[in-house]
């Protein structure tokens, strides 16, 4: 009992210290944790159901693509609240269709289905845009400093950490894990497949759609391209599977160390990055196999045993 | 007054190839500048005594899929500057002193969120003296509030916006180099209309364009400036970014019986249809592409006969100051620029370096000079208007070894088109 | 008008499956998502490209030669990189997630090296781009060489695959890994045969390609992508489905930018495959494991 309170308590307290960030943070270090806050809730929120369920999803971009859009046609004709409630609206019907597309796809078929679908997103917005509505290029005026939006990209992470914590305490985390291991036995021993899977993905993709609708003020100017850029879901996957999909605070801890290393590399090296990145990566795989999390619990683990005996 | 007339001359032109960015006349009369400078600018030039290099930052994409634009326009330019001030001994400042530069670079890997974050740090961890822009529309647009919320100058030159005007208001310090898709598409149809007054081309466009904020900017305002001169656009569709196959859409172009083909394409489809055209045989008397049709290697893309094909930008090809800029640059960077947006990047640099020479290294004196001061650059004398450059080229044409600017019609160093285009061989 | 809009099809097509053949091998036998698929193919572009422009070596003789190198660098991959994760997994999902994160990696790598080597501008020039009229319709010589190569290639390993004893192997191990070496067959050396071959015709496809198509160090994503729909569509390891997976792609595409409007062509791939997955999860031909 005093463990939970304690943790709740050192929980609120860390809380409170990167709300006060802004106070003391200048406003590079602010734009910083904006991207962290962006990405801790895009990894946290992918694991949520890519973790226990396996599905790699690389749909990552069309929801947070769909999030900074909806943002870019309505923030200047409805308040701002509203234009959040009409992305998550967006971003939850997509959700469902690739939920329900989870019940029919499995293993890589899954992952390319993801991509195909964030590309198909992205052809249709063009297409529509430069056939009915005649304008590709929005533009987002909406007077928010890098705090408001830090602020909000941080209540984010908060929430969608504190949903994946809730989820592991209710059945439907259970059935998930059991899903996770063997969707035969899932189904037999009575978890609702479908539901469970498609509630979660929506779920996690409303997140994520969330995410992309709040940062997106800082951009500006948003076209197709530059919102539905790959390399997001790619980097989503990346932090969460570093940090350990299967683990609540895996994909915060596996974003926090590739967003130091990329903001060194891109300054120490710009001419080449790629390269450090790629041999990053390919270090992590084989240096770090099932996330950091993991690998500091068994270095802990072992230096316990040692001091044991 | 007097660094106003040392200015005036200070003729760019009569300076060649290597010699490009010797300022031997200035020197001569260093010494009287000085004693301007110490006087009307103390406080700038005590800042100015104790610091040893000028900082300049940029975050440009070096990797990704702006890489490419950038490669060509943005970074050798940057580059470039940076080499050739250097070798002059350093940045001038109005005390006649000079301090060499020191670069700070970052790759925003082509993503918006990257380069709004390098923006920040530029600003305000690594505290440089001068942010020079990053490739892009909208990356331009990305920055644009950062930098005036620092207070940086901010010459957007690879932007084209037709709320240029708007934001030049809104963002006081920020400058519009590429005017916007009206300017460009206007140009076009009174290139287009004087030909077929002439009896040169009939009145039906093909048209085709690219489905991004570029093309769809140029191709919106092109379709009212060509139907207004009584074009007719027999063909007009609208292909998808990413597109590498366009021999079902220059088929159905050559079918359409225009005479002027107009592509608002963007690399490496402007190159993909040049080919294609190519290899249909469609030899329409204009053929017209969009960005990549000025870049160098257009000449090796269209197999050596890129001869009377139409474009978007252009040079003053028979200026000399121009000549020697594409001379050093093919020289130091091992490739001749772009004839568009490179000598604009250029020019954008001498004025930020001369506005540097006339007020120091404080920013709201360097934005008001850029904003009313007039400038010797090599595309000649330039004056922004409302912070936007307005004498700019708006169509060119490959004409020999050059690709030349032919419209505006009339305007200071354009040549006039050659209708129709010679065959494909 | 129909039959031009059909051969424009099937040539764009031929091309598609050119990209994605190498790939289908990797996939389908070595069981190795290899998303630098596209960085081997530009790198094979490039060679071309400076063999051509500095050497006066036509394409056609730089196709006997990096195949070569793209089969003994894929070896080298797959023996110091894809094999120890080929060892350690414990399960096909396993093997699934590392490859693709060391396969992304080596994707920066490559991209990297050619960004420093060769720059990030458009490189083209001009080789066979010439007409050629077949029933009436006038196509680029380039990419009916292309078109052609990737029939014979894609037939001769289909036949190799499904009618020679080695062939036999390859599906062994493509349909279990776990029981093929029951059998006498040594998994680990059968993979890294098909991956280093996968490697060869990612080179050979990309050499191919650099004839007519402009590229760029940082446009192989584009080729990757491209592949991975087509193989998917094909289904998994089955060279002829990947065939005419890419064959059709191209047609419906052309025949989408015909008759339809041009700005729908990619979003119509991208439709089609869905529906495709949707339906058919195995593929529209199922896989050599089926």
Redesign the interface.
């Known amino acids: 009992m005093t463990r939970t309170v304690l943790f709740a308590i050192a929980i609120l307290a860390g809380l409170a210290i990167l709300a006060l960030a802004p106070a003391f943070l200048g406003e590079y270090g602010l734009g910083f944790m904006v991207s962290l806050m962006s990405y801790v809730t895009l990894a946290t929120a992918w694991a949520m159901f890519s973790g226990p369920t396996r599905y790699i999803s690389l749909a990552t971009v069309a929801f947070f693509g769909i999030g900074a859009y909806t943002v870019a046609v309505f923030n200047e004709t409805l308040p701002y609240p509203f234009v959040l409630i009409v992305a998550i609206s967006i971003g939850a019907l997509l959700a469902t269709f690739v939920g329900f597309a989870t019940l029919r796809l499995a293993g890589v078929y899954f992952v390319i289905f993801s991509f195909g679908l964030a590309e198909l997103v992205r052809q249709l917005i063009t297409w529509f845009e430069v056939n009915i509505t005649g304008t590709l290029g929005r533009y987002i005026f909406l007077p928010f400093e890098t705090r408001h939006i830090y602020w909000q990209l941080l209540a984010l992470a908060a929430v969608t950490i504190g949903i994946g914590f809730w989820i592991r305490q209710t059945r439907l985390g259970l059935a998930l894990k059991v899903i996770g291991d063997d969707e035969l036995v899932a189904a037999h021993s009575g978890i609702a497949l479908a539901r469970t899977k498609v509630l979660l993905f929506v779920l996690s993709a409303s997140l994520m759609t969330l995410a992309g609708a709040i940062q997106s003020p800082r951009w500006v100017y948003i076209e197709p391209a530059i919102v539905f850029n790959p390399t997001i879901s790619f980097l989503t996957v990346i932090m969460a599977l570093l940090g350990g999909a299967t683990r609540l605070w895996g994909p915060a801890l596996g974003v926090i160390p590739l967003m130091i290393l990329f903001e060194w590399l891109s300054a120490s090296f710009p001419d080449h990055f790629s390269i450090f990145l790629g041999a990053m990566f390919i270090l992590i795989v084989f240096l770090l196999p099932k996330g950091v999390l993991s690998a500091v619990e068994t270095r802990l683990a072992r230096l316990k045993r040692e001091a044991n005996a | 007054m007097l660094l106003a007339r040392e200015q005036e001359s200070e003729p760019f032109q009569k300076l060649g190839g290597q010699e490009m960015l010797k300022f031997t006349r200035r020197n001569a009369i260093a010494g009287l500048a000085a004693l301007t400078a110490a006087t009307s600018f103390s406080v700038v030039s005590s800042v100015a005594d104790d610091r040893s290099s000028i900082k300049i930052g940029y975050a440009v994409s ?4 702006n ?2 634009g ?3 326009t943005t970074i050798p330019n940057y580059e470039l500057w940076v080499k050739d001030v250097n070798a002059a001994g350093g940045l001038e400042l109005p005390d006649g002193s000079r301090l060499p530069l020191e670069v700070i ?10 380069v ?3 923006i ?2 530029l ?3 690594d505290k440089v003296d001068f942010i020079l822009p990053p490739w892009g ?2 990356f331009n ?2 920055v ?2 950062l930098m005036d919320k ?1 207070g940086y100058p901010h010459l957007a030159v690879t932007a084209v916006t037709d ?1 240029a005007p708007e934001f030049a208001k809104r963002w006081n310090k920020s400058f519009w180099f590429l005017g916007g898709g009206v300017d460009y598409a206007e140009a076009l149809s009174e290139v287009l209309s004087a030909a077929q007054e002439e009896g040169q081309i009939n009145n039906k466009v093909a048209m ?1 364009s690219v ?3 570029f ?3 140029l191709v ?1 305002a092109a379709r009212p400036a060509l139907e207004d001169k009584g074009f007719d656009l027999a063909y007009d ?9 366009f ?3 220059v ?2 172009a050559k079918n359409s019986g225009a005479d002027s083909f107009i592509a608002f394409s963007y ?2 489809g402007t ?2 249809v040049t ?2 055209a ?4 469609y030899n329409p008397k204009v053929f017209y592409t969009g960005v ?1 049709g000025a ?1 160098p ?1 257009f000449k ?4 050596g006969q890129q001869e009377g094909v139409m474009g978007i930008g252009g040079v003053q090809s028979d200026s000399k100051a121009i000549q020697a800029y594409f001379a050093h640059h093919t020289e130091e960077i091992g ?1 001749p620029p772009d004839s568009w947006a490179s000598a604009v990047t250029y020019s954008s640099l001498q004025m930020l370096q001369e506005a540097i020479r006339r007020v120091g290294l404080d920013r709201d004196a360097v934005a008001k000079e850029l904003s009313t001061g007039e400038f010797d650059t090599i595309m000649g004398k330039v004056k922004l208007e409302d912070n936007q450059l307005r004498t700019l080229w708006w169509a060119g044409q490959w004409q020999g070894d050059n690709f030349s600017a032919i419209a505006p019609a009339g305007g200071t160093g354009t040549v006039a088109p050659v209708i129709p285009k010679p065959a494909w061989k | 008008m129909l039959i031009s809009t059909l051969m424009f099809g099937l040539v764009l097509g031929g091309t598609y499956a050119l990209v994605a053949l190498g790939l289908s091998m990797q996939y389908g036998i070595s069981r190795i998502m290899n998303l630098a698929h596209g960085e081997f193919m530009i790198a094979a572009a490039f060679c071309a490209y400076v063999l051509f422009d500095f050497a006066g070596l036509s394409p056609l003789v730089t196709l006997l030669i990096a195949p070569l190198i793209g089969f003994g660098l894929s070896w080298l991959i797959y023996t110091v990189m894809m094999h120890p994760l080929v060892k350690r997994a414990a399960n096909r999902g396993q093997l699934e997630a590392d490859s693709i994160l060391a396969t992304f990696g080596l994707l920066f790598i490559l991209q990297g090296i050619m960004l420093v080597v060769f720059g990030s501008d458009f490189t083209s020039y001009s080789y066979l781009n010439i007409p050629i009229d077949i029933f009436g319709v006038t196509i680029a010589v380039s990419r009916v060489v292309a078109f052609g190569l990737s029939l014979f290639l894609g037939l001769v390993l289909y036949v190799l695959i499904t009618r020679s004893r080695w062939g036999a192997t390859l599906r062994a191990v493509a349909l279990s890994p776990a029981s093929a070496p029951l059998v006498g067959i040594q998994v680990d050396k059968v993979a890294r045969q098909a991956f280093a071959i996968g490697g060869a015709l990612a080179a050979s496809g990309g050499v191919l390609v650099s004839m007519f198509v402009t590229f760029s160090a940082t446009g192989g994503v584009v080729f990757t992508m491209k592949a991975l729909i087509v193989v998917i569509m094909g289904g998994v390891g089955n060279l002829l489905g990947a065939l005419i997976a890419g064959l059709a792609l191209g047609v419906i595409e052309t025949f989408v930018t015909s008759y339809f409007d041009p700005g729908l062509s990619l979003a119509s791939t991208y439709l089609l495959f869905i529906i495709v997955l949707l339906w058919r999860p195995q593929g529209l031909f199922g896989s050599v494991r089926s």
């Open positions: 070096k990797s990704g899929g890489a490419t950038a490669g060509i670079e970052y790759d925003d890997r082509s993503q918006t969120e990257e709004v974050r390098a920040q740090r600003g305000a961890k529309t909208g647009l990305a644009a509030p620092f709320k085709i489905a991004d904020g093309g769809i900017d919106n569709v609208t292909y998808p970014l990413g597109t590498s196959d021999a079902a859409i088929n159905d690399p490496p190159f993909g080919k294609q190519q290899v249909a045989g990549g870049f290697v090796k893309i269209s197999g490739n």
